[in-house]
């Protein structure tokens, strides 16, 4: 099993900044992806963005030249770093942790994300 702890959402401007971190803990496979999606109401959950285990990154274009994602593998933490937000990126933002040899995925509680106009 693996835990996943987010943290860092909250309530900001359009046009400001906020730092997701998840950090995970348990049964850690070296060779892994992290990342992180959202889900708004009503819609669907969708990826934002992952990060393997060696730093390949992969990006929603809606969110490409503004998101950062970037890991930290001694900790075993992801991060998001989201500049100018719009409201469109108010969602519930969830933790993903994939572990590749198994295909097992594993999931955070979420953190809202809210941004307002």
């Known amino acids: 099993q693996v835990q996943l702890v987010e943290s860092g959402g909250g309530l900001v401007q359009a046009g400001g900044s906020l730092r997701l971190s998840c950090a995970a803990s348990?049964?850690?496979?070296?060779?892994?992806?992290m990342g992180w999606y959202r889900q708004a109401p009503g819609k669907q959950r969708e990826l934002v963005a992952h990060i393997t285990h060696g730093g390949i990154t992969t990006y929603a274009d809606s969110v490409k030249g503004r998101f950062t994602i970037s890991r930290d593998n001694a900790k075993n933490t992801v991060y998001l770093q989201m500049n100018s937000l719009k409201p469109e990126d108010t969602a519930v933002y969830y933790c993903?942790?994939?572990?590749?040899?198994?295909?097992?995925?594993?999931w955070g509680k979420g953190t809202l994300v809210t941004v307002s106009s």
């Open positions: 348990g049964s850690i496979s070296r060779i892994n992806i």
């Open positions: 993903n942790y994939k572990q590749i040899l198994s295909g097992i995925d594993y």
